[in-house]
């Protein structure tokens, strides 16, 4: 039988009639016709393949909801209380005014992203933030690339392409999704020469893999794991010195890469660029949306005649920052200027250094409405826990914080936490938590537009009942 014929024994209206009622014109006046016509043919084929007649009516509807459900935002906002803060999944550091204020400027308008106002000449994108990095880091030059990734690629390629890489053993990382040392080298050209063992390297072990092939001596921050016990790691200092004395350049990729002493908001130490440069890195590089708290970019910074080799290098235009996110950097960066407000101006700092008891009085603000609006689903206790920076940052160091914790009243299986959590999930503001021995926990700590989160909240508990 012909679709046709099959049409025509179910009384399916077909595309042109439904596309000639009123209702589809107010749609295709508000979405456009490609995307109406498609989905009415999409609705009719599902009623012939399952043998159902339909009314125009009733395909309108359905047109209706998947044109309703194809408008929406892929990209959302969530609310992020899985207790990582800077959580690569979530998108890491979230942005101060400055800097979201200086993006929308970008966007709507041309810029002077590479001109010189004065000489009316052809200007340098990177010099809108190298002057703020050099005085930050004490470094002689800076260069801004896509993320990390990508300015360790391009410092790997530009410095030691058809040479060999010599990197520890203990330093060989994966971090999350397809960044794994070795691939990184392989695609930037390098030939990986790995030294020592995997708990320990000495300096004797780097001095001997020295020879006429060694491009470059790379030192990585093992920043998403640690090793401990009975472990050796050559210091940054020697083995700086030890490059210096075969004229060979020494990198070191920080990941992180603080621009300021997170001591002093009680944080635990996180190496800081300057030291790495005062111990005598030649390049150091690091990422943009981690622990300096701005957009994604890959930051390199160190001496001047290597930066300028990197500018030179045909992938520095592959993977060069726009505008957008070189206006938001900027902005960023200039809020380092004044470190003694950072912990109040930028957003990731200020989630960092929150007050546990500040985190406590929000939870006790929030059980009452939380507990409502879950009330027939979960028993909920505002409980003790551990944030963690998150992106590779000091990834022992845990902060105290305070969370929800949602019990489901159903029984106590995976099944019944899982659907509690997909319940989260499900509001019109995403709440990602996380799940722990039976219970969705809630950390609070990047919890800041409470309004917005308890108007969702009790918008759900009326809906229940
Ligand atoms: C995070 C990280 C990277 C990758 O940085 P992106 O900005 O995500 O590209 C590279 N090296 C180290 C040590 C890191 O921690």
Known sequence: MSSK?????????????????????????????PLVVDEVRTALAARRRCDAPASVES?????????????????????????????????????????????VEAMRDPTTLEYEIETGKRGERDNHVAGWLTRLTGAEA?????????????????????????????????IGGSFRLPD??????TRLREVGTTNRTHLADYAAAIGPQT???????????????????????????????????????????????????????????????????DLVTFSGDKLLGGPQA???????????????NPLKRALRLDKIRLAA???????????????????AMRLLARPIEQIRALGERLLPTVGRAFRDLAEIALIETKSQIGSGALPISLLPSAALALRPLAARSGA????????????????????????????????????????????AAIKRG
């Open 298 to 312: 890959g930051l390199v910074v160190g001496r001047a005649e290597l930066i300028r080799r990197l500018a030179r």
């Open 5 to 33: 014929e099959r049409r025509g024994r179910l009384g399916l209206p077909g595309v042109d009639r439904v596309l000639r009622s009123d209702t589809a014109a107010a749609m295709i006046a508000r979405y456009g016709r």
């Open 59 to 103: 395909i309108l509807e359905e047109t209706a909801a998947s044109l309703a459900r194809d408008m929406l935002p892929s990209q959302r906002r969530v609310f992020n209380l899985t207790g990582t803060v800077l959580h690569t999944n979530l998108g890491r550091a979230p942005l101060p005014e400055e800097a979201i204020a200086a993006a």
């Open 184 to 189: 990184i080298m392989a695609r930037a050209g």
């Open 142 to 174: 800076a260069l801004t690339v896509n993320n990390n990734a990508g300015a360790l690629v391009l410092a790997l390629n530009t410095l030691a392409e058809g040479r060999e890489t010599i990197v520890s053993r203990g330093e060989l990382i994966e």
């Open 329 to 347: 950097l900027e902005a960023v960066l200039r809020l380092y200027a004044d470190p003694d407000r950072l912990a109040e101006r930028l957003p």
């Open 416 to 459: 019944a936490v899982e659907a509690l959590a997909r319940a989260l999930r499900a509001m019109p503001i995403p709440i990602i938590g996380r799940i722990e021995a039976g219970r969705v926990i809630l950390d609070l700590r990047c919890l800041e537009d409470e309004t917005a989160f308890i108007a969702q909240l009790a918008a």
């Open 215 to 281: 491009g470059l001596v790379l030192k990585v921050h093992t920043s998403n794991y640690s090793i401990h016990g009975f472990t050796a790691a050559a210091p940054a200092a020697r083995l700086a010195a030890l490059a210096r004395d075969h004229a060979i350049p020494f990198v070191e990729d920080l990941g992180s890469g603080s621009l300021v002493d997170f001591g002093r908001w009680g944080l635990p130490h996180e190496p800081t660029v300057a030291e790495a440069l005062a111990r005598g890195a």
